[in-house]
């Protein structure tokens, strides 16, 4: 399995609208060969007081995950709304590989 976070730091009174673009979009994940499940993820707040969030899929591999970055499936979903003006910085990606435990 294969795990990928897009790690975001939210201006803390943007919260709201970030969670609600979320909410809205259209998804184009269901479809997607290899991929399991997605969580928007809400964490505590930084040093700073940016509220932090991770968008959390699995996947079946990395090699999946990879092909969905491609793909129009991946494409149509970052052409929706912008979030940029929420965000205190860019967001800021780390994969996962799950490690066998037998
Ligand atoms: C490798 C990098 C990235 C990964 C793994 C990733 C992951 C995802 C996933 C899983 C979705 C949901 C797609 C769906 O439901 O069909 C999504 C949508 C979204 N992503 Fe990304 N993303 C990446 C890059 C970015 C970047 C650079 C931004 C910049 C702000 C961003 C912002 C968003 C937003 C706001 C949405 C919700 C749809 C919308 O309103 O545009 N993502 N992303």
């Known amino acids: ?5 897009n790690n975001f730091r939210v ?21 997607v060969p ?3 499940e997605f969580h928007l993820l809400r964490g505590p707040l930084d040093d700073d007081g ?7 899929t699995t996947w079946t591999d990395e090699l ?4 969905w970055t491609e793909s129009e499936a991946f494409r149509k979903a970052h052409a929706q709304g912008k979030v940029g003006d929420l965000l205190a910085g860019p967001p ?5 590989e799950v490690v066998p435990m037998e």
């Not at 800021?92 to 996962?96: I, L, S, Y």
């Open 1 to 5: 399995m294969y795990i990928a976070m």
């Open 50 to 56: 940016n509220r932090l969030y991770a968008s959390h």
């Open 34 to 36: 290899g991929f399991q």
């Open 64 to 67: 999946a995950f990879r092909a």
């Open 92 to 96: 800021k990606f780390v994969g996962w």
């Open 11 to 31: 201006r803390a009174e943007r919260a709201v609208d970030f969670e609600t673009a979320w909410r809205t979009r259209e998804s184009f994940l269901a479809e």
